[in-house]
């Protein structure tokens, strides 16, 4: 398959709680990116991570890249009920093509 | 407005119809994309312009789809002879701009969900 894979499908947690979603992705990347997106809504850019990476933080967000695992990690810490959404992980390969994945349902119970 | 605009956000129409939507990207954005995303899925790339090269469409899944981005800015993908299974919500995204270092972050519109009855 041409997208990633996020793992798990579906994740719910308490609110404070820390979320981790993983993405997997089987050829090389230039970067990897990570959206949310709101139900029924557009995505969102969250981050961006280069293959030169290893790991990138941003407020509340952490991410790491493993090229040698062909890996990402998204990692919010003390979740709110407002991030409550679905993640998705976006390789961008040569030809400025970007692939997504199928997404984690993250569910932030207050 | 400031962001990627789509029209319209919600489409119904009968099987075999011929459906238009539109996008209108970010002023100066060079780059324009287009997904479908089918109910709980993932994002299906369908087609990408960039600039004035010729679009990438490999991803269209028939025929009976296509798209053009005129003038370089605001873009159409027509679906003819609607089924069924071209029931999803179509995204349209656009970027600054392509090449290997750029940020190439993806700004997205809300979506035109259709509905093929």
């Known amino acids: 398959s041409q997208q990633g894979e996020e793992d798990p499908q579906a994740l719910s947690i308490q609110e404070g709680e820390n979320a981790t979603m993983n993405c997997s992705y089987k050829?090389?990347?230039?970067?990897l990116q990570w959206y949310r997106q709101n139900s029924g809504r557009g995505l969102v850019h969250l981050i961006l991570?280069?293959?030169?990476?290893r790991e990138k933080h941003s407020g509340r967000l952490r991410v790491t890249l493993d090229t040698s695992k062909k890996s990402s990690s998204l990692l919010i810490t003390a979740s709110r009920a407002a991030d409550t959404a679905s993640y998705f992980c976006a390789r961008r390969k040569t030809g400025n093509q970007f692939y997504f994945g199928t997404g984690t349902s993250l569910t932030v119970i207050p | 407005g400031a962001g990627v605009s789509q029209s319209p956000s919600n489409k119904v129409t009968e099987k075999g119809k011929d459906v238009e939507l539109r996008c209108d990207p970010i002023s100066g954005h060079t780059a324009l994309y287009w997904y479908r995303q089918s109910l709980g899925q993932g994002l299906e790339f369908l087609i990408y312009?960039?600039?004035?090269?010729?679009?990438?469409k490999s991803g269209l899944p028939s025929d009976r789809f296509s798209a053009e981005r005129t003038g370089g800015s605001v873009s159409t993908l027509t679906i003819q002879r609607t089924q069924q299974e071209d029931s999803a919500v179509y995204l349209c995204?656009?970027?600054?701009?392509?090449?290997?270092?750029?940020?190439?972050?993806?700004?997205f519109g809300e979506g035109s969900r259709l509905t093929v009855l």
């Open positions: 312009f960039q600039g004035n090269s010729a679009p990438d």
């Open positions: 995204a656009s970027s600054l701009r392509a090449g290997t270092w750029d940020t190439g972050e993806l700004f």
């Open positions: 050829t090389s990347i230039n970067n």
């Open positions: 991570i280069r293959s030169n990476e």
